[in-house]
T-cell receptor, first 113, second 116 residues
Framework: AQSVTQLGSHVSVSEGALVLLRCNYS??????LFWYVQYPNQGLQLLLK??????LVKGINGFEAEFKKSETSFHLTKPSAHMSDAAEYFC???????????FGKGTRLSVIA | DSGVTQTPKHLITATGQRVTLRCSPR?????VYWYQQSLDQGLQFLIQ???????AKGNILERFSAQQFPDLHSELNLSSLELGDSALYFC???????????????FGPGTRLTVL
């Protein structure tokens, strides 16, 4: 069975600082991996996805993530945090890309001015 | 705007009642997924339909059921509601069902259910 572990339920960074949100996955097959963002009282928006092409994936709003098979990780980074990045971030895994998503517990990102 | 619509946006009801949540997928999408987001369980998959047929089942309670209609909209029925059913229910749609290349799931804004 697939699973996702997000380390840290809450991460706080200063505006302009590096954002690093951690995600480790468990999968018996080469996975499809995703990061979603949820702003308060809104739905889920896809930030970026890994679909077995390039291991370094660039997404929207300056975010990127690197797939590391040896570490079973897919950490999300952004070089410089902006106040508008404050939201809940979810890492998710899918077996084939057309199967249901298995989500992590989420990490709430706070950005301090 | 993802193109996926969900109604109603908010629903407040009492324990023991039955409610129906509705989802209209993006134009042309054949698959509909239902997810539940609660404080206790986080975001979890409930059920998937593809072109009118059930494709996959997750942690869906027996009190819950769903269907997808010929026009591809879907309904999630929740019955004998309990306090613990209070959650945000998301619908997502994608172009394909299985086996083909990756197809992104687009999420609707959700229906917030409060059971009192």
């Amino acid at each position: 069975a697939q699973s996702v572990t997000q380390l840290g339920s809450h991460v706080s960074v200063s505006e302009g600082a590096l954002v690093l949100l951690r995600c480790n996955y468990s999968s018996s097959v080469p996975p499809y991996l995703f990061w979603y963002v949820q702003y308060p009282n809104q739905g889920l928006q896809l930030l970026l996805k890994y679909t077995s092409a390039a291991t370094l994936v660039k997404g929207i709003n300056g975010f990127e993530a690197e797939f590391k098979k040896s570490e079973t990780s897919f950490h999300l980074t952004k070089p410089s945090a902006h106040m508008s990045d404050a939201a809940e971030y979810f890492c998710a895994v899918s077996e084939t890309g057309n199967t249901p998503l298995v989500f992590g517990k989420g990490t709430r990102l706070s950005v301090i001015a | 705007d993802s193109g996926v619509t969900q109604t109603p946006k908010h629903l407040i009801t009492a324990t023991g009642q039955r409610v129906t949540l509705r989802c209209s997928p993006r134009s042309g999408d054949l698959s509909v997924y239902w997810y539940q987001q609660s404080l206790d369980q986080g975001l979890q998959f409930l059920i998937q339909y593809y072109n009118g047929e059930e494709r996959a089942k997750g942690n869906i309670l027996e009190r819950f059921s769903a269907q997808q209609f010929p026009d591809l909209h879907s309904e999630l029925n929740l019955s004998s509601l309990e306090l613990g059913d209070s959650a945000l229910y998301f619908c997502a749609s994608s172009a394909a069902g299985a086996g083909s290349s990756y197809n992104e799931q687009f999420f609707g804004p959700g229906t917030r259910l409060t059971v009192l």
